[in-house]
Nanobody
């Protein structure tokens, strides 16, 4: 198993930047594809970014493409989400998640960190 702890959320103004971090412990971090999800009140959970084992291949939702960057540091057991040009519609609880490499479902989740963007 792997345990995930997010940090870096907060209250910012539109146009500002934030960097979220997700620290992993437990089994080998580098064996897990990782992702960031978010959920706003009254909305379904949305996968905003994902990254493969090496960090070379990434995915972004259209809503964040060009503004958010996912990265990972396997030596530090950490995955990051750099969020630039934040908009009020980015307000949500952000979760990092990990999945077994052979599976499509994300099995391991952090507790979430709140990001609030004021206009």
């Amino acid at each position: 198993q792997v345990q995930l702890v997010e940090s870096g959320g907060g209250l910012v103004q539109a146009g500002d930047s934030l960097r979220l971090s997700c620290a992993a412990s437990g089994r080998t971090f580098s064996s897990y594809p990782m992702a960031w999800f978010r959920q706003a009140p009254g909305k379904e959970r949305e996968r905003v970014a994902a990254i493969n084992l090496s960090g070379i291949s990434t995915y972004y939702a259209d809503s964040v493409k060009g503004r958010f960057t996912i990265s990972r540091d396997n030596a530090r057991n950490t995955v990051y989400l750099q969020m630039n040009s934040l908009k009020p519609e980015d307000t949500a609880v952000y979760y990092c998640a990990a999945r077994e490499g052979s599976r499509l479902i994300y099995t391991y989740w952090g507790q979430g960190t709140q990001v609030t963007v004021s206009s």
